[in-house]
């Protein structure tokens, strides 16, 4: 029996959309990178290598992690490299992007001394995000270089642009946002070998216009002769597993609470902080159904809450509560707040059976407090 909490993460359905990633490929001649930011489940790297060309990383760690585990192309970003970090990850990436001419500036030499292509991270000021959040390209973002900042005499031993200004978005967006980009940098996109077209497209969503981003790649490619690349995190694990609890205890305060042995706030965050409700299997939203219960988490804070959910039958102490949809941006972001236990990580193979790949303990929480 697999103890609860764990995430469920199926490889059929990440393999599903896998293959969808490997389709744009070939279809449009970019590149796809994985974001380790919003999927890091290292025990899947042998089959997301398979159609994936490489990681996207986000400073040293994240650099080796690819590096060790991924083996494959390395694309090291940095809002800012530290000088006693910058040559291990000069010597494990294939391009290295700056986040400002101070930066690109300040580690030049070491730079053209490895053997890595250079790229810079733009702000193409324009973008439809959500949530402020999570959007780079809002007011006073420290995430990319303006038009106004921008210096066009430094540029001679830069290969490539980096961008990255969508956020669960469509290939519309991605369309205004590389209008914009082209209107301000176009001049000097002819010189360069690489643009990074950067994560945030949903591509994965049922309803996602596969055929236009197809389109908008290999026009750009052409008009301008470059390689394209994209590094989406959540499109590579957009449903692609679960996030399996159990009811602990039922009490009653104004309606029926369930409380679980997982956190929202822990193994969650996303539904506080984006925030949005998650599906849960056979349940609707309150009322809908004949028993309605508030789902909590096994924390003390007050609003480690999920959300209100109604279902068939009245829950029991010991049912599984299954939160779909619990894969991408949930294990890269949990925390043993409140000394909770983390979730498990467990495979569902493409033969149904299930294999327990990582198990955690008390030694996770201790290490860190
Ligand atoms: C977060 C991030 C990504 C991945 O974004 P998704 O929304 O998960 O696709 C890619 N590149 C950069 C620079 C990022 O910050």
Aim: glycine share 8%.
């Amino acid at each position: 029996m697999l103890q609860t909490p764990y995430y469920l993460l199926k490889e059929e359905k990440l393999e599903e959309n896998l293959k969808l990633l490997e389709y744009i490929q070939e279809q449009s001649g970019a590149k796809i990178l994985l974001a380790l930011k919003g999927f890091a489940f290292t025990s899947s790297f042998d089959l997301v290598s398979k159609y994936l060309q490489g990681c996207c990383a986000s400073g040293l760690y994240e650099a080796k992690l690819a590096y060790e585990e991924f083996k494959k192309e390395v694309h090291t970003y940095s809002p800012a490299f530290k000088e006693n970090e910058i040559d291990e990850i000069l010597s494990i990436s294939n391009h290295i992007i700056f986040n400002s001419f101070n930066q690109w500036q300040k580690y030049k030499e070491k730079a053209l001394k490895a053997d890595v292509s250079i790229g810079l991270r733009i702000n193409p000021e324009v973008s439809a995000s959500p949530k402020e959040i999570y959007n780079p390209c809002g007011l006073n973002s420290r995430l990319g270089i303006t038009k106004k900042e921008f210096k066009p005499e430094l540029l001679r031993e830069v290969d490539g642009f980096h961008f990255h200004a969508l956020c669960e978005q469509g290939s519309d967006e991605l369309e205004l946002v590389l209008n914009a980009f082209e209107k301000n940098f176009g001049e000097y996109l002819h010189e360069l070998k690489w643009i990074n077209f950067g994560g945030g497209h949903h591509i994965t969503k049922d309803g996602y216009h596969v055929k236009k981003l197809i389109k908008l790649i290999k026009d750009f490619k052409n008009k301008y002769d470059v390689k394209v690349y994209l590094e989406p995190g959540e499109a590579v694990g957009w449903e692609s597993g679960v996030l399996v609890a159990k009811v602990l205890d039922i009490v009653d305060n104004g309606m029926q609470i369930a409380i679980l042995d997982t956190s929202a706030e822990a193994h969650m965050p996303d539904t506080i902080i984006m925030p949005y409700r998650s599906e849960v299997e056979g349940a609707k939203k309150a009322g809908v159904n004949p028993y309605t219960y508030q789902l909590a988490g096994n924390t003390c804070l007050a609003g480690d809450i999920m959300g209100n959910y109604s279902f068939k039958s009245p829950l029991k102490i010991g049912d599984e509560i299954i939160f779909k949809d619990q894969i991408h941006y949930t294990i890269v972001k949990n925390t043993t707040f409140n000394g909770i236990k983390l979730p498990n990580l467990v495979i569902e193979r493409k033969d149904g059976t299930k294999e327990l790949v990582k198990e955690f303990g008390y030694e996770e929480y201790k290490r860190r407090v």
